[in-house]
């Protein structure tokens, strides 16, 4: 079945950092991939997503591309700010067009120190 | 503002109880979906919706039942709480169209004790 890896974390960075999140898939088809973040006490949001190889979402200064040849879509941020500390959850979507759930890899959890 | 709204942010339940936990949305969404959220787990679905009246089991369902009597509302309900049931609730809605991608709920926090 489908599955997405994501490394968990925590992971600690000064504020100002390069920021990478990496994240991986496993699928049949040709799936859409989105990140979701979900600060403290709070559900999930959706901060980006691509629906075809190749593609850039982009928000908030963060970015991922789709890429097939290496099922990926890494999450990047030039410069993390303090309030980018939150949990962030890599998904995926089927291309079977059914209403089954996404599938999330299991969060990781950021922390941006001052 | 198109919301997700669950109505209880913290509940505290006693082994045996049943249990309603209710879930709202305001955007004509065809799909809604339970999940649960565990510390090392992740999001885990529970069960989900494409339609009034239409339910499916996801990865765990065990212990849990839906329901859905009118568009807008999607209802998970532990027949008999249980310990291993105290966990964080998750309710999301779509499109048909998954790729437009989920709007959550900010979930309800469930303690069983």
């Known amino acids: 079945g489908d599955s997405v890896t994501q490394m968990e974390g925590p992971v600690t960075l000064s504020e100002e950092a390069f920021l990478t999140i990496n994240c991986t898939y496993t699928?049949?088809?040709?799936?859409?991939l989105f990140w979701y973040v979900q600060y403290p006490g709070e559900g999930l949001q959706l901060l980006l997503k691509?629906?075809?190889?190749?593609d850039k979402g982009s928000n908030k200064g963060f970015e991922a591309t789709y890429r097939k040849e290496t099922t990926s879509f890494h999450l990047e941020k030039g410069s993390v700010q303090v309030s980018d500390s939150a949990v962030y959850f890599c998904?995926?979507?089927?291309?079977?067009?059914?209403?089954?759930?996404?599938?999330f890899g299991k969060g990781t959890h950021l922390i941006i120190q001052p | 503002d198109v919301k997700v709204t669950q109505s209880s942010r913290y509940l505290v339940k006693r082994t045996g109880e049943k249990v309603f936990l209710e879930c709202v949305q305001d955007?004509?969404?065809?799909?809604m979906f339970w999940y649960r959220q565990d510390p090392g787990l992740g999001l885990r679905l529970i069960y989900f919706?494409?339609?009034?009246?239409?339910?499916e089991k996801g990865d765990i369902p065990e212990g849990y039942s839906v329901s859905r009597e009118k568009k807008e509302r999607f209802s998970l309900i532990l027949e008999s709480a249980s310990t291993n049931q105290t966990s964080m609730y998750l309710c999301?809605?779509?499109?048909?169209?998954?790729?437009?991608?989920?709007?959550f709920g900010s979930g309800t926090r469930l303690t069983v004790v």
């Open positions: 999301a809605s779509s499109l048909l169209n998954k790729d437009y991608g989920y709007t």
């Open positions: 699928a049949t088809g040709y799936p859409s």
């Open positions: 691509a629906t075809k190889a190749d």
């Open positions: 998904a995926l979507s089927d291309s079977g067009g059914g209403a089954d759930g996404l599938t």
């Open positions: 955007m004509d969404h065809e799909n």
């Open positions: 919706s494409y339609d009034v009246k239409m339910k």
